[in-house]
């Protein structure tokens, strides 16, 4: 690949092509649309930044999500941030859905909205790793190579993560029903 070898023009390219996945990330981990761009411009900045050290071992769609993983966890550590996240459904779908697709999509974003006001409780690591997997679809070990965890601590911020979720949502049966799925395949 071009950018292993230093193309700066490749790296472009690859911000580009990559910028609205990390954007929905972003999204689904804040809410919030000024913190979305400002993470996403300090990625990209890490990005260019260690682009000389940019060795080609991993993918460079797996070396910018863990750049983007880091440059997230730096931001929650930040003193003055409000930590009030928000679940941002959004469709991949370009093609307008039937009305029984509407409903359920309309059902599980504000089952996703009213379970964003309780993540904020969460611990970061644990959000992180929640979100990770059971919203974004990661494998375990994708989330462990990300968040630089190994797969049983991962596993266990998960874990710890939709347990507290489910002590806190015990009366909505929708939002219940979503923390207690089994684990995506």
Known sequence: MDCARGDRRALEAVLRTQSPALERLF?????????V???LQNTFIAAIRAFHGFRGEASVRSWLRRIAIT?????????DRRRR???VLISERHALPDAIQIDRQTDARRGLERLAGHLDAI???KRLAFVLHVVEGYSLEDAATLMKASRAAT???VFWARRELLNRVHRDVVLRDLLARDEPP
Request: aromatic content about 4%; charged content about 35%.
């Open 27 to 35: 999204m689904r981990l804040t809410g919030r649309r000024s913190e």
């Open 37 to 39: 761009e400002d993470l």
């Open 71 to 79: 440059v997230f966890q730096d931001h929650l550590r930040q003193p």
């Open 85 to 87: 996240a928000q679940l």
């Open 123 to 125: 611990a970061p690591k």
């Open 155 to 157: 596993k266990s911020r």
